[in-house]
């Protein structure tokens, strides 16, 4: 199978999901901006082939142009799939549509747009809602997403699958190598993201 996975965003997710569907022997073109990727290149699999392009602001009607040139490099690549994380702004209205024909998988990381991000809150909702609309499959990361997907699209729950995010494994490469582990705290929790009531 070949798959074609296009994100715009959280590099450690996306190249985490390139190495583990290239883990399984599927055949991946990741289809990502350059500058926030780099510094996790040393961890891409060698059977991820990287397709990096320079990632424009949101509202730069050049990112259209990019997503034209984006769309004929995954027809040249010929995929089985397209799979998209969220998506964006010139890649739902103008890339979808040009790649159309492919079956479509994304990744619902937000339902509704969450207040944490500026540029969450400046894309209309209906943008992204979009990929959501056209896709064939979803995939969430949690229950209370899947209820929300459900509610707000009316979709089927087999529409709809739950993979819960799991390790980052790239981070294993930064670890402390001297042995030493951390003190036990009972009182300590760590937690990357939010701690804001959207995230359930």
Same mark, same amino acid.
């Given at each position: 199978? /070949?798959v074609?996975?296009?994100?715009?965003?959280?590099?450690?997710?996306t190249?985490?999901?390139?190495n583990?569907?290239?883990?399984?022997g599927?055949? =991946?073109?990741?289809?990502?901006?350059?500058?926030?990727?780099?510094?996790?290149l040393?961890?891409?699999?060698?059977?991820?082939?990287?397709?990096?392009?320079?990632? $424009? /602001?949101? /509202?730069?009607?050049?990112?259209?142009? *990019?997503?034209?040139?984006?769309?004929a490099?995954?027809k $040249?690549?010929?995929p089985? =799939?397209?799979?998209?994380?969220?998506?964006?702004?010139?890649?739902?209205?103008?890339?979808?549509?040009?790649?159309a024909?492919?079956?479509?998988v994304?990744?619902?990381?937000?339902?509704?747009?969450?207040p944490?991000?500026?540029?969450? /809150?400046?894309?209309?909702q209906?943008?992204w809602d979009?990929?959501? $609309?056209r896709?064939?499959?979803?995939?969430?990361?949690?229950r209370?997403?899947?209820?929300?997907?459900?509610?707000?699209?009316?979709?089927?729950?087999?529409?709809?699958?739950?993979?819960?995010?799991?390790?980052?494994?790239?981070?294993?490469?930064?670890?402390q190598?001297?042995?030493?582990?951390?003190?036990? *705290?009972?009182d300590?929790?760590?937690?990357?993201?939010r701690?804001?009531?959207?995230?359930?």
């Amino acid at each position: 199978m /070949r798959v074609a996975l296009v994100s715009y965003y959280d590099p450690e997710v996306t190249l985490a999901e390139a190495n583990a569907l290239a883990a399984q022997g599927v055949q =991946v073109l990741l289809v990502a901006p350059r500058a926030p990727l780099t510094p996790y290149l040393h961890a891409l699999s060698p059977a991820v082939e990287p397709h990096l392009f320079g990632g $424009r /602001r949101w /509202r730069d009607p050049l990112g259209a142009r *990019d997503v034209w040139q984006l769309a004929a490099a995954i027809k $040249r690549w010929q995929p089985d =799939v397209l799979h998209v994380q969220q998506g964006q702004l010139w890649f739902n209205l103008i890339g979808l549509p040009l790649l159309a024909k492919y079956p479509l998988v994304t990744t619902v990381h937000d339902v509704i747009s969450h207040p944490g991000g500026g540029y969450a /809150r400046r894309t209309p909702q209906w943008i992204w809602d979009i990929a959501m $609309r056209r896709s064939d499959q979803l995939i969430v990361q949690g229950r209370a997403l899947q209820q929300q997907l459900m509610e707000r699209h009316h979709l089927s729950a087999e529409k709809i699958h739950l993979v819960p995010h799991g390790q980052l494994g790239i981070y294993a490469d930064w670890a402390q190598t001297d042995g030493a582990s951390p003190p036990a *705290d009972d009182d300590r929790i760590l937690f990357f993201g939010r701690i804001w009531p959207y995230k359930g």
